[in-house]
């Protein structure tokens, strides 16, 4: 598995073995048509720590449910004015630690002679008729298609809205039972906004642990202590909770762009994962929407023989719903706590979850928006229409 084998042509190279790459390395190890391709991953880092937390919502068991490290079928709202348990059903929240998720993945493609990972950092790539090249510090290696997950300097437009999604997470312990691990907080508005959209969450795993994590959504990141002291205040204003030990910190930024990440780069080379745009720009959601970007990867690569995905016309109104919000959340057209409570107070979590997912109906989209002050979104909703494409 970790040769440095040049001079082969494989059938697909993929650039980032983290969560995109081996994730798609996973549906083509597991797919009849595929499992037989010369499957070869760069990675530079070995990939095997802790270092992120993936939450995402399921309505059935999908294939990493054996590493679910906790799950969810209710979870509070918190706002000022309005606070509810809400019930997810069918949906659970679910969340899988990077290290277990890396391993699982690795152990199963290990079973795969077809597929080999080397540890090298990726130079460039360039792209052909036939072929791709793909330049690293251990040589040149030659793919068919080449799969990129590593991201690219990204150009930003003029009118375009560019936030960042930037969060720190403190896991504590306590020595007394404390949390209740059936009863998570999803979103927690009630601290301080400070003119942008601010929430915490609380991820119970036990009556002794937690991740609780503060998130923003702004243009840019606050200084690394900042992050810090509101997580300090919220452990001592709203949990109440003094005595408890930090086992491990997370830091975390994800892009909310619209329209930012190309798809591909020339003939032969196809981004995926967040530099292929599979990051939610309205939410920053990305776990779920790479597998289903890998299974339609997998299932036009067994079908077709060529990998590429188009979104459908009808389909792409969902990246304008993004757009919409994201203008709304930039320029402060409404808080981003009076959004998500209305949200959260008029809909079903499972209406705004399949909205989420895109696989809503227009009728209950239509719902939905009716639910956020609508008038307030009109404007930014004509303005992002007449962005669209450029
Ligand atoms: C801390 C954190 C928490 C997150 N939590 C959630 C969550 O709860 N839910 C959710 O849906 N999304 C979450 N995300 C967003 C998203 O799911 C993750 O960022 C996810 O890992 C994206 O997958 P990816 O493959 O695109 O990028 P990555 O997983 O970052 O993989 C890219 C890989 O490329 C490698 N690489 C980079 N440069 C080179 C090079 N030159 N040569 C070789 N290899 C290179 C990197 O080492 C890395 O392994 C989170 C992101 C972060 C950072």
Request: glycine share 6%; proline share 5%; with cysteine.
């Amino acid at each position: 598995m970790t040769e440095k084998p040049t001079g082969i042509i494989y059938d697909y190279i993929i650039c980032g073995g983290g969560c995109a790459g081996l994730s798609l390395a996973y549906q083509m190890s597991n797919s009849p048509e595929l499992s037989k391709k010369k499957v070869l991953i760069l990675e530079k880092e070995a990939k095997d720590e802790n270092d992120r937390t993936w939450a995402f919502w399921e309505h059935e068991n999908g294939p990493f449910q054996e590493i679910v490290h906790h799950q969810w079928e209710k979870a509070w709202f918190r706002g000022n004015g309005f606070s509810r348990l809400l019930d997810m059903d069918p949906y659970a929240y679910k969340i899988i630690k990077g290290d277990r998720f890396y391993a699982f993945v690795k152990n199963s493609l290990a079973q795969n002679p077809n597929i080999t990972i080397v540890q090298t950092e990726v130079l460039n790539k360039v792209d052909g008729q036939d072929n791709a090249l793909v330049n690293t510090t251990s040589g040149e290696f030659k793919g068919q298609f080449v799969f990129n997950s590593i991201p690219e300097k990204v150009v930003k437009k003029p009118n375009h809205n560019y936030l960042l999604q930037h969060f720190k997470g403190w896991w504590v312990k306590t020595k007394t039972p404390f949390f209740n691990p059936q009863e998570p907080t999803l979103m927690d508005f009630r601290i301080v906004q400070d003119g942008q959209c601010r929430f915490m969450y609380v991820l119970p795993v036990s009556e002794f642990e937690a991740l609780v994590e503060f998130t923003i959504f702004s243009e840019s990141h606050l200084e690394p202590e900042q992050y810090n002291i509101e997580l300090e205040k919220y452990f001592l204003e709203y949990l109440n909770l003094e005595d408890f030990e930090i086992v491990h910190q997370e830091f975390g930024s994800i892009p909310m762009f619209s329209e930012a990440f190309p798809k591909k780069q020339g003939k032969r080379i196809f981004n995926i994962g967040t530099a292929g745009g599979q990051t939610k720009a309205s939410t920053g959601y990305t776990f779920t929407r790479i597998q289903r970007h890998s299974r339609q990867l997998v299932q036009n690569l067994s079908q077709t023989g060529s990998p590429m995905v188009e979104t459908g016309l009808f389909q792409s109104r969902f990246e304008w719903y993004d757009n919409v919000l994201l203008h709304v959340l930039a320029r402060n057209v409404v808080g981003g706590a009076k959004v998500f409570q209305n949200l959260f107070k008029y809909n079903k979590p499972a209406s705004i979850f399949r909205f989420l997912d895109e696989d809503s109906h227009f009728l209950n989209e239509y719902r939905i928006m009716n639910t956020v002050p609508i008038l307030k979104f009109i404007g930014p909703g004509w303005k992002e229409l007449m962005n669209l494409g450029k």
